[in-house]
């Protein structure tokens, strides 16, 4: 049995650890000043993030959080306070508010933190980017819209006249899963040159936020003045701004106080507080016994601009850097270079708040920290100076890592200006191109002289981080070079031997880069560098593309549709109904519902064993932590511990003693915080039992035919193996596609509440119905006393399809234990390791074809990887997709489902159809390249015509794939482009490009969805509520709904309001996902409609024409009409099992490739989409450039990384996992909804639009694979190759076939 503790057992001990109320009740208030009212923080905790504090203590919920690192940009908002150096002017920041404890504001003179809620409201008036961003359809799940508003918002009170491009690079810290993108950035651009920034109100005005903290009424606040940094005497104890009893937080104002607080406190464990940024990389950094907020110092903003250097005090922030070295660029051709690479480094509000000092002191701490200041700053030449209480001393950086720094400050940096005869330069070389730490980062720089008309070195210095922990300088390359001419191809040679034989890349940590990529990239950036180093006459014209990186363009993006105003609102592009709330933050989340009293939150103890048995659970320790409530294991569980029903295989809620994979829920900790609960997590002991070596990969699962029972028969017809056999041609190959994770903004979460009849529970889910029932087992009662509701999901993809279900059982468990309300929620690190992503596979095919690529028979073996169990396996359920829109006679379709000791895999959008078609697209191209012919054309050969069967024996009787393909050649220019790329890659040899078009056939099928929807006219005004059994989750359900209800009603969409989904108006509804779950409710609304206008017409018939509708409704009541109607939609299956109908597509994609580093770039996207009739073309065109990009991500950048010993996920976090940022996008994304399409088989003639578009993504790695084997050529390899998913900046380059030997001048 867990352990449990009684409420009053529990307060007591709250009173012991809670000691800031004791201690502070004397002390004088510290006021925090947020959108204009001031808050009385002295019995707070100073370390509490400011997110926590807005959210927990003010209950601004606009604020959202997420990943708590400073890497999804949701928690934005805008800090301003008193310039330290110029007090009359205003320093106005966007800041990370997880990362910014509250005690550190404090520190900032007359601070103000603006949140979202300061700039607007739905019913009062939108901020005008709050309006944009609604009105450009910016917002789908809305979960990241307010964090990118508040940075807009800083971007603007800095400069109220951006450029395109500075608005685009302003968000390299805001991840959104759901849009793409495109329109956030258009609708942000929207604002360059815009006179809607010159209207009053655009920018909050301080002084109409002003009020009083005593009354919070309007006043002058002349005795405010005292807040803020205390001045004085330098006696730390006035400097004290909290103390506990395990904490001391100082707050100097002058150095002289700072060093007397470092030497008091010589002896213990010290953290300087300046940016805190670098809890976002090291958590775990501490504990720390006293703080030193630094903040309040001015003269540690100093900086200078001396005779020989620029002279940098450490409160300087990375982007304050970057903006004096610009500044003082005519001083030093360098400090462009540093500015640049310094811009790179994680992402504007990291990089407002976060020093250099701090940087250093991060790489001090943690030599194998892949610091980028610390690479550039060293490639300069820079001296940091070190001081303490009674002394300075200057070192190099080198020097600097082995100071001992106890008791000591870094208290400033000399960047030198480059001298006479130097050249400097550096790169950083990432697995994304924006917001990523580097693979590889470097820095050169040297002094030559000429003689002879050769380019003689005198000194260089090359300073690498990436490669190993202790590996700065490659001093042997270094000595090598010094005295030789550049001009030589023997001396690039010579140096690059000696460099490949000092390059030794640390192989030890799997979350690294290969060894091997490390090195090639350690000399490609020399090479790079040492082109940079001689002029364009010295190089011969071909390597010439080796010296520059890709440069991205602004973004710019076509929408074209049509649509039918004599139908309005149908068919009208219009925002979703709920994007206002959305990007104004008032759209309420699950965690965004102000907790109730006793409220408790709950949080999971996960195994760190892949294939054991569980030994013993000791709660001693947590159950004495602060806040502490319970511990529940397995045994608590009153009814049945698994979380999927049957006919499912059991997933255990907490392990009863089998683990099947690292990462498996083994308890639940509840406590009075999340804070709390997390950290009685760490506090749990485990002990394990019968280690066995786990199967981790996907390889050893094949080789141990480890398999899940079959997933279903397979498909066989005609006689592939024959046909193959007698083929003139044949190959045979192997693919591969990694895990996705569905990277949700809204981790999963569930909020149980008993009640007098059971339990309401508010689920992330997309399957009430099933949290219903599996709650209902788990505590052992009826599902009539289960009440489950979802308003909304801050994203979904498939990922809350089943598996909100752990989260629902567990905290409705702990509601039931405890009878208290419960708030279960997954941080993202536990949300990551526990919970199953996108399936991967192994996929082996054999196929047989004749000279002019004609398809005669195709083998293929999906080896699907569920993990451990075979639930929401995918594998032998979408064998439709495997022909995408290809025509062969003769197939054999074989699905494995492997069993590894991984989390239980999930759908994730577009499942089974996007690797299934991404296996026939390689399949096409590996036909191509054994015939020599261009995919393109091999591809429009075997496309489907009009009339055609599919393998599963479907006619096409509607099939307009060729004339769709065609078309789109022409449109996007293929040929012409093809010429062009191909003149391109013969003139450059280290940059390439390549272009792929992937056409789409995607099967729908209806008659697996059902759905309640009921519709009710309110008698008294006629308007009109609709509930349904869908789930909103951003993808415009409900704003579909309400226009065909308003369509059907002929009346105005504002008449209708959807209500929150719940299991008591539509029960047994099924699950929202395979892009069909819109056009189901807009049915049964539909067919509601119809039946109310049916029951309406006689009333309507007798009143005279032009009767309005409110009166009609009216009429209708006293003629004792039911204004009520409800349809149940559960759609029968086609004849012989078909679909419901097929979408078409087709998408041509371009890529340029950095040959020398694997950076890549999409340069164009033509995306021709069948749509049908859209319902709503602003909405469909978002779900295609969303769905597109998240495929864009899989394909080219998310990979999932596990522990090979422990099969644990080790990079559940987002420094380690890269999902698209803004600039992945296509340079150039162009979206065309197909014209004149009705669908004669839709709801109201609309086709979906979710996950078809997704299948399409592999475009692009098709087209960097083009790319990829135009260089490949170059060095002589001209065969076959399969490129991978995820084909990551590593694989691209490794792919190249780059020898450091065939570099040349
Ligand atoms: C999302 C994200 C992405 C990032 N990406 C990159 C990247 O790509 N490349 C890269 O190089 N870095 C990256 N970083 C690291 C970032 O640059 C650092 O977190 C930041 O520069 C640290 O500065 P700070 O002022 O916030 O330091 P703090 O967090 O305040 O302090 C860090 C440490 O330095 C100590 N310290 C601070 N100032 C002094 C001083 N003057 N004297 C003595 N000790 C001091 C503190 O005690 C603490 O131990 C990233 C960080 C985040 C959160
Ligand atoms: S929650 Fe702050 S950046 Fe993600
Ligand atoms: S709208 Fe951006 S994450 Fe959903």
Avoid at 86 to 99: A, F, T
Avoid at 926 to 953: E, W
Wanted: hydrophobic share 35%; with cysteine; charged share 20%.
């Amino acid at each position: 049995m867990g352990q449990v503790r009684s409420q009053m057992e529990a307060a007591s001990l709250q009173r012991q650890n809670c000691d800031f109320a004791e201690e502070s009740t004397a002390r004088r208030p510290l006021f925090l000043r947020v959108n204009g009212a001031f808050h009385d923080v002295k019995d707070e905790d100073p370390l509490m993030n400011l997110s926590e504090y807005l959210r927990n203590i003010l209950q601004h919920f606009g604020t959202k959080v997420m990943c708590h690192e400073g890497g999804c940009g949701c928690c934005v908002v805008v800090v301003e306070y008193d310039d330290p150096m110029k007090p009359e002017k205003r320093v106005i920041k966007s800041i990370n508010s997880c990362l910014f404890p509250i005690g550190s504001l404090l520190s900032l003179k007359n601070h103000h933190v603006i949140t979202i809620e300061a700039l607007g409201s739905k019913n009062k008036s939108l901020h005008p980017i709050q309006q944009r961003l609604a009105d450009y359809n910016g917002s789908q799940c809305g979960y990241c819209s307010p964090g990118f508003v508040m940075q807009m918002y800083g971007l603007l009170k800095n400069n109220a006249t951006p450029t395109n491009q500075e608005v685009e690079d302003s968000f390299d810290g805001n991840v959104c899963r759901c849009t793409g993108y495109r329109p956030i950035l258009d609708a942000m651009k929207s604002f360059v040159n815009d006179s809607a920034k010159n209207q009053r109100g655009f920018f909050i005005d301080i002084e109409d936020l002003k009020t009083c903290p005593k009354t919070n009424q309007l006043c002058k606040q002349s005795h405010l003045n005292r807040i803020g940094p205390c001045t004085g005497q330098a006696k730390s104890t006035d400097n004290l701004l909290f103390s506990t009893n395990t904490i001391k937080w100082y707050q100097p104002t002058k150095l002289t106080e700072l060093y007397m607080l470092l030497q008091e406190h010589s002896d213990k464990a010290i953290k300087i507080i300046n940016g805190n940024t670098a809890k976002g990389v090291y958590k775990n950094d501490g504990p720390y016994q006293v703080f030193l907020d630094v903040k309040g110092i001015p003269d540690l903003y100093t900086v200078s601009m001396e005779p020989s250097c620029l002279k940098v005090y450490s409160n300087v922030s990375l982007n304050s850097l970057i903006g004096y070295l610009k500044q003082y660029s005519d001083q030093s051709p360098t400090y462009n270079v540093i500015a640049s690479h310094l811009l790179k480094i994680a992402n504007g509000p990291v990089r407002n708040t976060g020093g250099w000092a701090g940087n250093l002191m991060m790489k001090w701490m943690h030599h194998e920290f892949v610091s980028d200041v610390f690479v550039v700053l060293e490639a300069a030449g820079a001296k940091v100076t070190v001081s303490y209480i009674d002394a300075v001393n200057v070192y190099t950086l080198m020097d600097f890592l082995d100071v001992n720094m106890q008791g000591k400050f870094l208290l400033f940096v000399e960047i030198p200006k480059l001298a006479e005869g130097e050249l400097m330069n550096t790169y950083k070389i990432m697995p994304r191109n924006q917001n990523a730490h580097a693979y590889v980062s470097a820095g050169f720089r040297v002094n030559t002289r000429v003689s002879n008309k050769k380019q003689l070195v005198k000194t260089i210095s090359m300073v690498y981080t990436g490669i190993a922990k202790n590996f700065v300088h490659a001093t042997a390359t270094e000595k090598y070079l010094q005295g030789k001419d550049l001009t030589s191809n023997d001396t690039l040679q010579g140096a690059l031997t000696v460099l490949d034989k000092e390059i030794i890349p640390d192989d030890s940590d799997p979350l690294l880069a290969s060894a091997a990529y490390r090195k090639i990239l350690a000399q490609a950036l020399f090479y790079k560098f040492y082109l940079f180093l001689l002029s364009d006459d010295k190089i011969t014209p071909c390597n010439r593309s080796a010296q520059y990186s890709l440069e991205r363009p602004v973004s710019t993006g076509k929408q074209t549709y049509t649509s039918r105003p004599g139908e309005y609102p149908l068919t009208k592009p219009m925002p979703k109904l709920s994007a206002r709330l959305q990007t104004s933050g008032e759209a309420q989340f699950i965690n965004d519902i102000p907790p109730l009293a006793d409220e408790l939150y709950a949080t999971f103890v996960l195994s760190t064993e892949g294939n054991a048995t569980l030994g013993n659970i000791d709660s001693t320790a947590a159950m004495a932590m602060p806040g502490a409530v319970a511990v529940l294991t397995a045994e608590d569980i009153p009814g049945s511990n698994t979380f999927m029903p049957p006919p499912y295989v059991v997933e255990e809620i907490f392990s009863s003693g089998p683990l099947l994979f690292a990462g498996q829920p083994i308890a639940l900790c509840v406590a009075d915080s999340q804070q709390h609960a997390l950290q009685m997590v760490d506090a749990v002991k485990v002990t394990y039992q019968d280690q066995k070596p786990p199967i981790v990969t996907l390889d050893e699962a094949i080789e141990k035919k480890s398999f899940h029972p079959s997933p279903g028969p397979g498909l066989l017809v005609g006689d592939p193996a024959n046909a193959i056999s007698v083929s003139p041609c044949k190959v045979e190959g192997e693919i591969r596609a990694g895990e996705q994770y569905h990277f949700y903004m809204e981790t999963l979460i569930c909020r149980c509440v008993p009640t007098e009849d059971g339990l309401d529970i508010q689920a992330s889910s997309q399957w009430l119905s099933l949290v219903q029932q599996v709650v209902a087992d788990a505590i052992g009662t009826q599902v009539k006393n289960i009440n489950v509701t979802t308003k909304r999901l801050g994203g979904a993809y498939g990922g809350k399809a089943t598996r909100t279900n752990l989260v629902a059982c567990s905290g409705a468990v702990a509601a039931t234990v405890l009878r208290r309300p419960v708030r279960c929620m997954m941080d993202l690190s536990t949300n990551m390791k526990a919970v199953g992503k996108r399936h991967s596979y192994v996929v082996r095919y054999k196929v047989g074809f004749n000279e002019d690529g004609t398809l005669n028979g195709i083998i293929i073996t999906y080896y699907c990887d569920t993990g451990s169990s075979p639930n929401d396996n995918e594998v032998g359920e979408n064998l439709v997709f495997s022909d995408n829109a290809y025509r062969c006679k003769n197939w054999q379709l074989i699905p494995v489902a492997l069993k590894t000791n991984r989390t239980s895999h999930t759908w994730c959008r577009a499942p089974g159809s996007k690797p299934n078609i991404f296996v026939i697209e390689t399949i096409l191209e590996h036909v191509a390249k054994f015939l020599s012919m261009d995919p393109i054309g091999v591809k429009q050969k075997n496309l489907y015509a009009r009339g055609d069967s599919t393998p599963m024996g479907f006619v096409l009787p509607y099939c307009s794939i060729q004339d769709l393909y065609s078309y789109q050649l022409t449109k996007v220019d293929v040929a012409k482009r093809m010429q062009a790329i191909q003149k391109f890659n013969a003139d450059n040899l280290w940059k390439k490009k390549g272009l792929a078009a992937v056409p789409l056939k995607y099967s729908l099928y209806w008659s697996w969805g059902c759905f309640l929807c009921t519709v009710s006219i309110f008698a008294s005004d006629g308007s009109v509520i609709v509930s349904h059994g869908g789930i909103e989750s951003g993808q415009g359900l409900n704003t579909k709904v309400a226009q065909v209800c308003a369509y059907m009603l002929g009346i105005s969409v504002d008449y209708v309001s959807i209500k929150p989904t719940t299991t008591n108006s539509s029960p047994n509804s099924g699950a929202t996902g395979g892009s069909i779950a819109s056009e189901l409710n807009c049915m049964g609304v539909q067919h509601c409609c119809e039946i109310l206008r049916e029951r309406m017409k006689p009333v309507k018939d007798k009143l005279p024409p032009g009767t309005s509708w409110k009166n009609l409704v009216a009429a209708c009541y006293q003629a004792k009409v039911n204004l009520t109607v409800q349809d149940w939609v559960w759609p029968d299956s086609q004849p012989e099992d078909a679909p419901q109908y097929n979408s078409y597509g087709v998408t041509v994609a371009e890529a340029e490739v950095d040959i020398l580093t694997g950076e890549n770039q999409i340069n164009q996207v033509d995306i021709l989409f069948d749509c049908g009739e859209s319902m709503n073309p602003d909405v469909d065109v978002g779900q295609v450039e969303g769905a597109f990009i998240m495929g864009m991500g899989y394909w080219l950048m998310e990979k999932m990384i596990y522990d090979p010993k422990s099969g644990a996920v080790l990079n559940a976090t987002t420094w380690d996992y890269k999902p698209p940022f803004s600039k992945s996008i296509p340079v150039n994304f162009n979206i065309e909804l197909l014209k004149n399409a009705p669908n004669p088989m839709g709801v109201l003639r609309s086709k979906a639009s979710g996950e078809p578009p997704q299948c399409m993504s592999c475009a692009t790695l098709f087209a960097v694979k083009r790319a990829i084997e135009a260089a490949r050529e170059d060095a002589g390899q001209n065969a076959y190759f399969p490129l991978n998913g995820p084909a990551t900046v590593e694989v691209i380059q490794t792919s190249c076939l780059v020898d450091y030997k065939k570099f040349s001048i």
